[in-house]
């Protein structure tokens, strides 16, 4: 399952990934400041880190639009922003 995570709906989407084995994690838009502690794959989208000035910890990846859109038409999405 593909989570797209927004800041303002952090807590409740994070909570949500602890309980899913097979989680792929996107930040978007706000979320870019976000540090998650979560088993499982973290990204974030690189115009949103670039717009916001952040710097990306090592464990999170940067992806484009581009990949996020191919991500939505290969997995199930669950919205958190």
């Known amino acids: ?18 309980g899913d084995p097979e989680a792929h ?12 502690d979560v088993d499982a794959p973290v990204a974030a989208v690189g115009r949103d880190v670039d717009v916001r000035g952040v710097s990306l910890p090592p464990d999170i990846d940067r992806i484009s639009y581009d990949d996020v859109v191919q991500n939505l038409v290969e997995q199930e999405v669950k919205s958190f922003v």
């Open 25 to 36: 994690v996107v930040l978007i838009q706000d979320g870019v400041y976000l540090s998650p």
């Open 1 to 18: 399952m593909l989570y797209l995570i927004d800041k303002p709906m952090a807590e409740i989407a994070l909570r949500t990934v602890a």
